[in-house]
């Protein structure tokens, strides 16, 4: 069907022309419906059946971003009851379209072996040890371990040179949260294994600082659950790993064998390869979020200190 402007049509009553030399004006395209996204609070406390990427999307925030401000990964897991920050997280590029991003240059991966350095791998692939270190957020202080996959940039690609490893904070005698923090409500399950952290710490002598911060690693790790997975090969309570000494798989899982392990010391079930806690000097002049780090070495270091709060209420709870 074709459509005849008023002018098209006194035209071809006094002058019929072809039917084809009168073109058939384009309908305009209906706007798309815009999707309601609302207005981000600086807190959420998590319901049943959410996810990550789906409260980022409810309120039109990028997923990578609301990860990164409360120190989780991709491999996270999220619980009912549990309290996110999304103030401060930016938008997501479908909420906020931004000019696109130049193509990045071409990058390979290396998964290191026994024996490896960060500045052999970086000869061996004709690049520089900083541009390794940009590439994977790593600096001169960092430890590598077999079996972790390293970004190989592409060679001549410009690097910054990675910031210097930040000093120790100096020591404090009372450590406390550092900003307000909500206390999270335990489940039956996270009860339970609350529970056996305690008994184990006190059955060896652990007192109440000790316990805050095994309290607040396990409550970062796993989210106070016994899982069967994590990343890489991390298991159990505080997603520690069977490659790297801490047990097998089966003795991961056992929750006063792992709380054993996270403390150390003499009651160390895994002396010689790992250390705990007590085997820190000087721990007992830590923050939570330092001695827990001090032990886990998590990529997230400062996520601990968020879980302080809700650590010593749960002590409080369980005596």
Do not use: C
């Amino acid at each position: 069907m074709q459509i005849a402007l008023p002018a098209a049509a006194h035209s071809s009553a006094s002058s019929p022309q072809p039917r084809s030399s009168v073109p058939a004006p384009s309908l305009p395209k209906a706007a798309p419906t815009p999707v309601a996204v609302q207005a981000a609070p600086a807190q959420y406390t998590v319901e049943s059946g959410d996810t990550i990427s789906g409260i980022a999307a409810k309120f039109g925030l990028a997923t990578a971003s609301v990860l990164t401000l409360n120190g989780l990964g991709w491999s996270s897991m999220i619980f009912p009851g549990q309290v996110l920050m999304l103030s401060g997280a930016t938008a997501s590029p479908d909420a906020a379209p931004t000019a696109p991003a130049p193509p990045a240059p071409a990058t390979s991966t290396y998964t290191v072996l026994s024996g490896d350095t960060i500045s052999g791998i970086a000869s061996a692939h004709g690049v520089t040890v900083a541009a390794v270190f940009a590439a994977n957020g790593l600096s001169s202080a960092s430890i590598i371990y077999p079996g972790q996959n390293i970004t190989i940039p592409a060679a001549g690609t410009p690097q910054s040179a990675p910031a210097p490893a930040p000093a120790p904070a100096p020591p404090v005698s009372s450590p406390a949260p550092s900003a307000p923090q909500t206390v999270t409500q335990m489940s039956a399950e996270m009860r339970a294994n609350a529970a056996v952290i305690v008994s184990t710490a006190r059955s060896i002598g652990v007192g109440d600082h000790g316990i805050v911060i095994a309290l607040a690693a396990a409550a970062q790790e796993s989210s106070l659950r016994n899982v069967q997975f994590g990343d890489r090969d991390s298991l159990g309570l505080f997603q520690q790993r069977p490659s790297m000494g801490w047990g097998t798989p089966d003795q991961i899982l056992d929750p006063v064998r792992a709380t054993k392990a996270f403390f150390g010391g003499s009651s160390n079930p895994n002396p010689g390869l790992t250390s705990g806690l007590l085997d820190v000097p000087g721990w007992k002049s830590m923050s939570v979020a330092a001695a827990a780090q001090a032990v886990q070495k998590s990529e997230h270091p400062d996520a601990y200190a968020k879980w302080e709060a809700s650590a010593r209420s749960w002590l409080a709870e369980l005596g």
